[in-house]
């Protein structure tokens, strides 16, 4: 490498670090006028200005997915981000930690979405269940009563190998001639991995990676993509601008 | 005198760029092009698809530059045989022509040696293009610098199903047993089994959603939404795309080694369990001679996946090649 290369390496990377740096200073300037836009619009986000919000969106995702990729200290983040998307008209949320620390303390992140459950709703707010998509097969996977929040906890063993683990019972099936060569489709393979956990409409990647980072894959199929930066950041303004977002896309499914 | 200074500032950037970590593998969902005729008052959606075409060529040219050895491209979904039969038609035309410029004039393929593949659902599409994607397969089928995979019929909840009925298919056929299906194996039956997991997938048009594209291969990919018309898609957008997988990359580096960990450790176990079914015997097999067991059955899983990948691969080249004249 010469000199005007080094030259050329330092000035590119200077010119895309102060762009970082005047992003990063936008960020930090808008963060601190939602931030003081959230004290002064919402004194704590109240039940009733969610409800006031929910209205302004022409559609609301059934089911949203959060990627987590850091090492949570708190789930107290976590649990807001929850509820509020319930709040905002969601009836599934699922949780996928790529690194899989959130189904081992499945007992402390259940307690704090309760208490946060508690804190927006009132002590009767509709009910919330934390589980597993193993502890979740037999729920009403859809929730289409809406009577009851669901909250899925994913690892990446929910991605890839659950669709390995589908194939290995096909092919069982097939060579025990209950299910027809024939008779292997999209549709069959769909219902099987589909059972428990739906497609999700809307995923949120938190914590500044551009990456799905081992989501089940055969789930993000036309699943409408965001990221923000890490929990401990989130305010409810970023939260709601996203669904606002979701709300004025357009799915043209190929067509 | 401006077009000079701007290639000379482009070459330099790019030169930048290669100092850092390139992209391996560049997967584009090409969107916008309809979208772009109807900004620009086209009248037909085909004027953009064929602007489209050309910005392929470009960004080809750039990848290539850059040191990308691999290019997957979105071309044409299964959901596309939707859209009106004029706009389906048409681009039926323009794979055709662009295919026979391929063979007599292109100098990007030729320079770079790149070979073309054609992935999805080929036998879906009408003889006469079929010939054509034949005929450009297997016209660039020596070539081994860089690779253009060109998904056309494609989706990829398709291709993953295809794969499973290839493994049940082996299994029947005596070649595989239900245990010996895996990640690896999965991977290797799709339709981009020759290639590594594209490092970074760019979709234009502001749209944020993969569309069916690649799933499974890109769970560990650096993912660039960009809001711009595929045909305005720029040297710039490319770089800015390159610049923020730069990045992320020791992070995503990270997440891969994390997810080969669990996927051996899963293989393992794998074997370790089939080999404990097939013990016979009252206890359990002391503890050096269980190791020795699983990699004795892991050695001959490995075989029987690399005979039955093997005899996949041969019968999907002898499809294409079959529909090629001797020459």
Known sequence: MGFADILAALCLHGVHGVTRLKASATYAFTWLCSFLLYVVKHKGTKLESITCDVKTLTKIPLHTTFIVQEKLESFEDLARAVTWTFALGGHVVSVYDSKGNLKKDLARLRTAIVLQQEKLFGAAGPAVQVATLQDAEGFDALNKTGELFLVLVLSPEDGRQHIVETAVGVCKAVLQNRVKMEDINIDLIDRKLTATLTEPSLAIVFGGLQCSLGYPPWHLRVTEIHFLPVLRKLVYQDLYTVFQKYASCQQRLGT | MGDNTSSWFRNVCCRVLRTGVVPKHVAIIMDGNRRFAKKMHYGKAFQGHVLGFEKLKETLQWCLDLGVTEVTVYAFSIENFKRSKEE??????????????????????????????????????????????????????N???????????????????????????????????????????????LYTGDSPPPDLVVRTSGEVRLSDFLLWQSTYSH????????????????????????HSFASIQEARREDRERRDKQQYESDLRSVLDQWQGINVPEASLLEQMVKEHAERRGQRQRAFVECMRTRRVQFLEQLCPAS
């Open chain 2, 143 to 189: 070539n081994a610098r860089a690779f253009l995979n060109v998904c056309y019929a494609y989706t990829s909840r398709h291709e993953m199903t295809e794969a499973i009925k290839e493994m049940v298919t082996g299994a029947q056929d005596g070649l595989l047993y239900p245990s010996d299906i895996s990640e690896d194996l999965i991977e290797q039956c």
């Open chain 2, 88 to 141: 389906v038609d048409g681009l039926m035309e323009l794979t055709k022509q662009k295919i026979a410029y391929l063979l007599e004039e292109s100098d990007v393929i030729a320079k770079h040696q790149v070979r073309v593949r054609a992935l999805g659902d080929l036998r879906r599409l009408p003889d006469d293009v079929l010939q054509f994607i034949a005929k450009g397969v297997n016209y660039t089928k």
């Open chain 2, 223 to 246: 993912l660039c939404f960009q809001d711009v018309l595929w045909p305005e898609f720029s040297v710039w957008h490319f770089f800015s795309a390159v610049l923020s997988y730069q």
